[in-house]
């Protein structure tokens, strides 16, 4: 699924562009989330992946796999608020963002094993231990970094406090 954004891509077509032109991509940094309500906290989680490699992919979760990750807590909108189509829109619109890719699994494994990064990035907040994703980077010799939060914010708590008003 692609739109008129071009930092936007569909699997397979980003598996095929990167692997015509490798040079341009790699080393690859791939990162993923939810990313319902950008905040300051993501932008500058972004930044610092960036910085790891030459190029940066964008996992998005799915607004079904979002529904599942992210049941819906007692006197709260069910999520995702964004549809994942915008939200992929606002993340490819990012200065440190090259492409982005929607992913359809709650976790971003098979999006991995079909890309390859060289670095998987994921918040400070995750242990390597039981990251989900870790096994299927390390099975292909990938790395693994974790990036320090410079600004805990949850977009969970940000609905609650709109809700509140």
Same mark, same amino acid.
Request: hydrophobic share 40%; net charge negative.
């Given at each position: ?5 071009? /930092?936007?891509?569909? *699997? ?35 930044r ?5 490699g ?10 079904? #796999? ?14 995702? +608020? +964004? ?19 929607i992913?359809? /699994? ?24 039981t ?9 292909y010799?990938?790395? +693994? ?9 949850? #977009? ?6 709109? *809700?509140?008003?």
């Open positions: 699924m692609t739109t008129d954004i071009p /930092e936007f891509y569909g *699997l397979g077509e980003l598996r095929s562009v990167i692997a015509q032109d490798p040079d341009r991509w790699r080393p690859l940094v791939f990162t993923n989330g939810c990313f319902d309500l950008l905040h300051c906290g993501h932008i500058r989680y972004l610092a992946a960036k910085q790891l030459k190029t940066l992919i964008v996992g998005i979760n799915s607004d079904q #796999s979002v529904a599942t990750i992210k049941p819906q807590p007692e006197g709260l909108p069910p999520r995702p +608020i +964004i549809p994942d189509v915008q939200r992929a829109e606002a993340i490819a619109a990012l200065k440190p963002v090259d492409g982005v890719v992913f359809p /699994e709650t976790t971003a494994t098979a999006t991995i094993v079909a890309l390859q990064p060289d670095i998987y990035v994921k918040g400070g907040d995750y242990d390597i231990s990251l989900p994703e870790a096994p299927a980077v390390l099975d010799g990938g790395t +693994i970094k974790l990036i320090q939060i410079e600004i805990p914010t949850s #977009s969970s708590a940000i609905i609650r406090r709109i *809700l509140r008003q």
